[in-house]
Each structure stands twice: as C-alpha cells, then as structure tokens.
C-alpha cells in the first residue's frame, strides 16, 4: 500500500499519512524524503501493519500562509 503526504500551509509544513488507515507517520516542520519515512517504520505501518510504498497515492499542495509585517 501507498501513503498520503501533503505540504500544509498550517504550521507544519509536511504531514506524511499511511494511506489506509490515515495514521500519521509524519508531522513536521522540516521535509522529510518519503524513503526516509519509510525506512524508520521498517516500510510497514506501526498502526494497520500495512507495507510503505514509494509511490505517492495523494499529494496535496498548498501555499504558505503569509505573516503580516511587523
């Protein structure tokens, strides 16, 4: 199975979700390479226990919210 990942414009630029079950498997402010991700869960989800896969199911992009000058 894939996995979900999407940049925000929230706080927390990347969110990476396991596809099937929308555990979040990463939440932070720096990008992380989804191999990277994969790799640190042994390419299985901790919650569902389904197989990581590379290949990105739904990427979502938005734009940064900007702050308002001091």
């Known amino acids: ?12 630029p990347q969110r990476v979700l396991c596809h099937e079950c929308k555990h979040v498997l990463y939440d932070g402010p720096e ?5 990277e991700i994969i790799h640190q869960y042994d390419g299985k989800c901790p919650k569902c226990n389904r197989k990581l896969s590379l290949l990105p199911i739904d990427v979502e992009v938005k734009p940064a919210k900007r702050q308002a000058p001091v």
């Open 31 to 35: 990008l992380r390479p989804p191999d």
């Open 1 to 12: 199975m894939g996995f979900d990942y999407s940049q925000r414009g929230d706080m927390t």
